[in-house]
């Protein structure tokens, strides 16, 4: 039972948490830390030098709620923070990636064509899924190839969605850019789980739903203690969304259940 209202808090009445978000800005900003997109920050490696000393990477995964992502947005232009968003096939919103791009920051893709597959052909089998692969790929290029062309401009980097059909398998979404060819042949320079990025980053932070908020610490208390921070947000988790909270539970209801019949 606590569970469920811990979910329907997080998702109906919770308030809005944007002025914790920019106090995180705010405080980065006191305290000297270059403030980057997963972008610069995986070139910024390959020139050591170049480097600050202190480097807080933000990245937004826009899995739902393009309001709040916008607001995310308006909050990091005020103070001149540059950050990646990742945006799924559901979220994409051209004329706010353009926003994006121009301020500075980073709009690309938030993959899920691997459970996407096994959603929409009923998979549930790892293996069965893992011999699909080329099917798969050649399904992301499509994708790939169509945002790239209506932006008009690369993607750098992209960063894959987690979704129940890849926890239920073991399968995630990321084995699909193990393949060095698909990226040569999109442009990918990152992927945002690769190793070379990850093992650059002291402290990985991630937001989570009320009551925890954040995992494995808060920022306000990583900042200062650790030199390179990568923070992962999601649009939901800072302000809630009547509308688009109750369409993506349905959603995801209505796909559990066509994925088990």
Not at 27 to 39: G, H, I, T, W
Not at 97 to 106: F, L, P, Y
Not at 130 to 154: A, T, V, Y
């Amino acid at each position: 039972m606590k569970t469920v209202f811990h979910r329907f808090y997080a998702d109906y009445l919770m308030p809005s948490r944007l002025g914790e978000y920019e106090a995180v800005l705010r405080q980065a900003k006191e305290m000297d830390y270059a403030q980057l997109p997963v972008r610069d920050f995986f070139r910024a490696l390959a020139q050591p030098a170049t480097l600050p000393e202190r480097v807080l990477v933000h990245r937004h995964d826009i899995d739902s709620d393009l309001r709040t992502a916008k607001k995310l947005f308006a909050v990091e232009s005020r103070h001149g923070i540059q950050a990646t968003y990742y945006f799924r096939l559901c979220t994409l919103d051209f004329g706010f990636m353009r926003e994006i791009a121009a301020a500075g920051s980073e709009a690309s893709y938030h993959y899920e064509e691997v459970s996407d597959f096994a959603k929409r052909h009923r998979i549930r089998d790892a293996d069965a899924l893992r011999k699909r692969f080329p099917e798969i790929r050649e399904l992301f290029i499509r994708n790939f190839d169509s945002i790239r062309q209506r932006l008009g401009m690369p993607l750098a980097t992209v960063a894959s969605h987690g979704d129940f059909a890849n926890r239920r398998l073991n399968v995630i979404n990321h084995e699909l850019l193990r393949d060095p060819d698909l990226r040569a042949h999109c442009g990918i320079e990152c992927e945002a789980y690769d190793e070379p990025l990850l093992r650059n980053i002291d402290m990985y932070i991630s937001d989570r739903k009320y009551p925890v908020y954040y995992r494995p610490m808060s920022p306000f208390d990583a900042l200062g203690q650790h030199r390179r921070i990568l923070f992962l947000t999601h649009p939901v988790q800072w302000e809630t969304n009547w509308v688009d909270n109750t369409r993506l539970n349905a959603r995801r209801l209505v796909e559990e259940l066509a994925w088990r019949a």
